[in-house]
């Protein structure tokens, strides 16, 4: 490889004197002609054959010294200027190609490279940094899904391992079992999220928007959750305006709600709230989803959108971290905006805001 590298650099040298030969060869000889020619007619005599003879001599020598001086001149002109910033640009390329992404072409001298060299270097060094990101992030997905996997199974295992015992009352089993299906529908929960979240994130799922009453979805989806806070006694306030439309994708829209209305209700203690309020103005619908929960802290609320994170590292709560993730990705997707606020102690509110349908029905 490194030969024939040499051989073309060989060539391509060999091939530039050439080149500068026969044109500094056509340049003097046309200037010779032009001064012998004004030369003659200015004395008024002719010149010999041995004179001319004498001058094309001298001027083959100055040709070809004028072409070796230009050829080398070019050649090292390519070699600090295209030359060696191509090999740092094809070193660090061969070593992102290798996996390592830690890789990082230094600025190079302005006087030593062509300015397009140094904005191909920039953008080469962005996307290193880009992809070392990713592959951080792909790391951790990766620990984490073994983790969050880890957990229900060894559940699974171990309840399972209880329930063998041939002398196990009614009521352990009962229990056992109820444990085993707990950890089977959290680990189906959690690759059903992957997967729609791998999806999401490679655009395989393409949006189907319609016109529909924002209103209205919210209802059905929040009354999904009916037996949770009538179990747990949580008073529901809800303040909805009425004929809302939005044109979006109303099964993508629906994870958003779900998933909000889920955290709320989790993360709110016995007796607490939980208030719905939907808004609109002309351009925009603004909804927002109110608990009296825990609350989480200004470090929490800055990750709570990542996948996996939980801010409950005791894990005392369901839940694998994917929910959250999902919704920022769809809100994205439909070009929407979600922020969030919270008090530690006292509760959360989400605010999501979308664009209103252009013809409502």
Known sequence: MKRDVRTKRLIGTISSFFIFFLLAAFVTTCCIMLFISALQGSIGREFTAEEITLAAKITMVNVVLISIVMATIDYLRRKYTVERPVKKIAEATEKMIAGDFSVRIEPMSRFGADDSFHEISSYINQMAEELSGVETL???????????????????????????????????????????????????????????????????IFPSPTTFDLGEQLCECLLSYESVWEKKKITLETELKEDVFVCADAELLSLVWNNLFSNAFKFTKEGGAVTLTLTADAQSATVQITDTGCGMSEEVGAHIFEKFYQGDTSHATQGNGLGLALVKRVVDIIEGEIAVESTLGVGTTFTVRIKRASNEA
Do not use: C, W
């Open 138 to 204: 792909r790391t951790d997905f990766i620990a984490n899904v073994s983790h969050e996997m880890k957990t229900p199974l060894a559940v699974i295992q171990n309840y399972g391992t209880l329930l063998s015992s041939p002398d196990l009352s009614e009521e352990k089993r009962i229990e056992y079992a109820q444990a085993i299906t707990d950890s089977s529908h959290r680990l189906a929960d959690m690759i059903t999220n992957v997967l729609k979240l791998n999806r999401l994130e490679n655009q395989t």
